[in-house]
C-alpha cells in the first residue's frame, strides 16, 4: 500500500464521501519567485537540472540552491538533495557565520520579560508596555542578524546560512506578534481602574512564561551551534527546528492570551467595538502570517532532514512533525473561541460583520485542523518507515503544507480588507452605511466559501 493509498482509506474510514477520480491536466513546471510573501508562481527554466547538478557537487547543504526558501516546484517532491549522504559543515569554518549567530543568541539570551506581581491597571500595563518594547526591540535586532547572514557568508556556508536566517526570522516575527497582542490586551485596560481579574493575570503570566521558554531553547540551540567545532548538518537542522518549532508555540501562547481576555471584554460603545475589532483583526492577521512563514520553512528542512542516517531523520522528523501538529492544533482552538467571543466582546454593536469574521476565522481554522490531522498521522508513520519510503512520504507532506500556507495567504489579505472597510464604516454617520455593510457582507461569504474550497482541495492532495 503506497503512502497516499494509506491516508485515502483512513479519510475515508472516517466517512468521508467517495469523491470521483479528477482527471490529470497536464501543466508547466512551476517555481517560486523571490518575492517577500514568497508564494508567487511563474514558469520555470530549468531549474530542476541546475538544483540536481548543485546538490550532486555540494550535498544536503547546497541543496537549497536559492537564497528563497520556497523556490522549489509546485509539487516540492524533487529539491536535488544529495541521496550519497550530506557534507558536514562546521561553523567554525566561518568566522562571520560564528560572530552573526553568536550575537542572535546574545540578543534572546539577554531577554529577560518581566511579570505580572500586581494587579493595579497601572501596574499592568506599565509592565506590558516593557515586555512590548524589550520584544519590538530583540524583533529587530534578529531581523538584522537574519538579514546580514546570507548576504555576508559566502562559500561552502552560505546556504546553510540562508536556513538559519529564516529560523530566526520567524522567530523575530513571532517575538512581534506576541508583542501586538500585549499591546491589544493594554489597550482593552484604558480608561479603566483598580485592578484585573485574576484570570487575567495568569492569561498574561502563561503568554510572557511560554514565550520566555521559548527564547531561551531557541536561544541555548543558536550559542551551542555557534560555539561547537564539530557541529555538522543534524546540529544545523535542530537549530533551525528549534526555530520553528518555538515560533509557533509563540503564537499559539499569543493567541490563547488573547482568547483569555477577551472573554473578560464587552464594548459599550460603537467606537470602542470598532477598535477592539480592529486590533483582534491585526493580531490574528499578524498570528496567521507568522503560522505562514514557519510552514514555508518547514517545507524548506523536511527534505533536508529526509537525508541524515535513517535513525536520525525518523527521531527528528517524528519529533518535529509532532510539535507542530500540536501547536496548530492549539491555535485552531484559540481561533476558534476568538471567533466565538467576537460577538460578545464587541456588544453586538457591530451587527453581522462579527459573525462573518467569525466564520471566515472558523474556516481557517478548519483547514490548519486538517493540517494538524495529516501531520499527526504522518508522524506516527514515520518510525516504521525505510528510507526510500520515508523520501517518498516527504513529497506528500510538502503538497499539504504549500496548500494550506497559500490558504493562510489569501486570509491574511482578507482580513486586512476586512479592517479596512470596518473602519470606513465606523466613520460614515448611522443610517448611510447600507451599501457599504452589503458589500462587506458578500465580500466575506465569498472568503469563506474560497476557504471551504481550499480545506476540500487540501483532503484531495492526500490522493496524489
Known sequence: MTIGSYFSSVWNRKGRTARPSKPVVPRASLTVEGLEDRTVLSHGHGLGAVLHASASAHGIISALDRDDRDDRDDHGSERGVNSSGQSQFSVSSSPLLQALLSNAAN??????????????????????????????SAAGTLNGIAALLPSLVTGANHQAAQLLANAIQDFASSLTTVSNTLGTISSQLT???????????????????????????????????????????????NTAVAGITGSLSNVQSSLAALSSTLGNTTATTTSAANALLQNVLSDVTS??????????????ILPQISQLPLSSAQALLTSTLTSVSNSLNGIVSDINSIAGQLPTATGGLLGGVTSLVGSLLTGASNNLSTLSGILSAFASLVPSLSQSALRQLIPVVDRLILNTARQLGGLGGGLGLVGVLENLLGGIPSGSTNNLTRLIDAFFRTLVNELNLFSSGLLDEIEI
Open 287 to 300: 498570528a496567521l502570517g507568522t503560522v505562514r512563514r514557519d510552514l514555508n520553512s518547514l517545507r524548506a
Open 191 to 237: 480608561g479603566t481602574t483598580g485592578s484585573i481579574s485574576s484570570a487575567t493575570q495568569t492569561a498574561i503570566n502563561n503568554l510572557l512564561s511560554s514565550v520566555s521558554s521559548n527564547i531561551s531553547t531557541f536561544g541555548t540551540a543558536l550559542n551551542s551551534l555557534a560555539n561547537s567545532t564539530t557541529s555538522g548538518t543534524t546540529a544545523l537542522l
Open 107 to 136: 540578543v534572546l539570551n539577554n531577554l529577560h520579560l518581566p511579570s505580572l506581581t500586581s494587579t493595579a491597571v497601572g501596574d499592568v500595563q506599565s509592565t506590558l508596555s516593557t515586555a512590548q518594547n524589550q520584544l519590538s
